[in-house]
């Protein structure tokens, strides 16, 4: 399908705290790879999310030749904050240029919403529902591999109930409520709390006040650093911990039962993101909640070889799912 002096594709997947692309041929055979800080323009301003997205776009391309592109796909968090396709046809060009002269102008990444990328590194099915449970949560409905219908997705300070962001959140507001009901030793979750935060757990006064100072002096995204302290704890038994992670899979479930159609037939429920696809207790207590739903439930693959093989099949649409990823199984 694809010689040595063949086309090449660029996937790109683009996220609150990573920014990760890959460039393979058209048999899914890597050829570079790239990685730089988050890209969400949401979350980082769109002038900086293009510099990252144009810095991957270049460095993943490499030494290869440029005029060999022949398509570039770049799933997005945030592409929901484009108020119209030519707003995000134009921050797509911002972020080609932002690469420099090695991408070519001639090339035209796609931008699509990160959730149909995400959908893509977990099945080949065509209908289906994704939950992205990361920095944010969002569950979506797609048809024919496009988006058809979101459920949740407001972002830290309207929504994203379940996610990273929001474990953390609650991980905090549990240190608060403990430092500040009794003088003894902080329970293990609140000292796990205050270690991942480099926050001194004595004088309790002091710790208050050098815990509310790390979230409140930091970027939005830094709570979401601590879910996996809460995972952690979770797992070692930690009854506090457990609470946040019981009631963190309840919301992401309750996203995934909002997005499915009634009456529809089974489809496949992909679990993607940090939170919800990494193996660990909320993993497990959600596959626990979503056990009761029509589908079977995969977790997600390489979400960048994803975006390569939706760029692949624009150039060829028949190009098949497995060349890129292998069959996902069910939870």
């Not at 790239?34 to 949401?42: F, T, V």
């Not at 939950?131 to 979506?140: F, P, Q, S, Y």
């Not at 270690?195 to 979230?215: D, K, Q, W």
């Given at each position: 399908?694809?010689g040595?002096?063949?086309?090449?594709?660029?996937?790109?997947d683009?996220?609150?705290t990573?920014?990760?692309?890959?460039l393979?041929?058209?048999?899914?055979?890597?050829?570079?790879?790239?990685?730089?800080?988050?890209?969400?323009?949401?979350?980082q301003?769109?002038?900086?999310?293009a510099e990252?997205?144009?810095a991957v776009?270049?460095?993943?391309?490499?030494?290869?030749?440029?005029?060999?592109?022949g398509?570039?796909?770049?799933?997005?968090a945030?592409y929901?904050?484009f108020?119209?396709?030519a707003?995000?046809?134009?921050f797509?060009?911002?972020c080609?240029?932002?690469?420099?002269?090695?991408?070519p102008?001639?090339?035209?990444?796609?931008?699509?919403p990160?959730a149909e990328?995400?959908?893509a590194?977990?099945?080949?099915?065509?209908?289906g529902?994704v939950l992205?449970?990361?920095?944010?949560?969002?569950?979506?409905?797609?048809?024919?591999?496009r988006?058809s219908?979101?459920?949740?997705?407001?972002?830290w300070?309207l929504?994203?109930?379940?996610s990273?962001?929001?474990?953390?959140?609650?991980?905090?507001?549990?240190?608060?409520?403990a430092?500040?009901?009794?003088?003894?030793?902080?329970?293990a979750?609140?000292?796990?709390?205050?270690?991942?935060?480099?926050?001194p757990a004595?004088?309790?006064?002091?710790?208050?006040a050098g815990?509310?100072?790390?979230?409140?002096?930091a970027?939005?995204?830094?709570?979401?650093g601590l879910?996996?302290?809460?995972?952690?704890?979770?797992?070692?038994?930690?009854?506090?911990a457990?609470?946040?992670?019981?009631?963190?899979a309840?919301?992401?479930?309750?996203?995934?039962?909002a997005?499915l159609?009634?009456?529809?037939?089974?489809?496949p429920?992909?679990?993607a993101?940090?939170v919800?696809a990494?193996?660990?207790?909320?993993?497990?207590?959600?596959?626990?909640?979503?056990?009761?739903?029509?589908?079977?439930?995969?977790?997600a693959?390489d979400t960048?070889?994803?975006?390569?093989w939706?760029?692949a099949?624009?150039?060829?649409p028949?190009?098949?799912?497995?060349?890129?990823?292998?069959p996902a199984?069910?939870?």
């Amino acid at each position: 399908m694809s010689g040595p002096d063949g086309p090449l594709v660029l996937g790109l997947d683009v996220g609150a705290t990573t920014t990760r692309g890959v460039l393979t041929d058209l048999t899914g055979r890597r050829l570079g790879s790239a990685l730089a800080a988050g890209g969400n323009p949401q979350a980082q301003g769109g002038r900086a999310a293009a510099e990252r997205i144009g810095a991957v776009l270049r460095d993943a391309l490499g030494d290869h030749d440029p005029a060999r592109l022949g398509a570039c796909v770049i799933g997005l968090a945030g592409y929901r904050r484009f108020a119209t396709d030519a707003a995000a046809v134009a921050f797509a060009e911002e972020c080609r240029a932002a690469a420099g002269p090695a991408v070519p102008g001639s090339l035209r990444p796609a931008l699509r919403p990160d959730a149909e990328v995400a959908f893509a590194a977990g099945t080949r099915a065509a209908d289906g529902v994704v939950l992205i449970g990361g920095t944010g949560a969002v569950a979506c409905r797609l048809q024919r591999r496009r988006v058809s219908s979101t459920r949740g997705g407001q972002g830290w300070l309207l929504g994203d109930e379940g996610s990273g962001f929001w474990i953390g959140r609650e991980a905090a507001r549990h240190a608060l409520d403990a430092l500040g009901a009794g003088s003894g030793a902080p329970d293990a979750l609140t000292a796990a709390v205050l270690a991942a935060l480099e926050v001194p757990a004595r004088p309790r006064a002091g710790a208050v006040a050098g815990l509310l100072r790390a979230v409140y002096d930091a970027p939005s995204t830094v709570p979401a650093g601590l879910a996996p302290v809460v995972a952690d704890a979770a797992a070692a038994g930690d009854p506090a911990a457990a609470r946040i992670v019981t009631a963190a899979a309840a919301r992401l479930a309750a996203l995934v039962e909002a997005a499915l159609p009634a009456g529809a037939p089974p489809e496949p429920i992909v679990l993607a993101g940090a939170v919800a696809a990494s193996p660990g207790p909320v993993r497990e207590a959600l596959t626990a909640a979503l056990a009761g739903l029509p589908g079977e439930v995969v977790v997600a693959g390489d979400t960048t070889m994803a975006a390569a093989w939706l760029a692949a099949r624009t150039v060829v649409p028949g190009t098949p799912h497995e060349a890129f990823l292998p069959p996902a199984g069910e939870v």
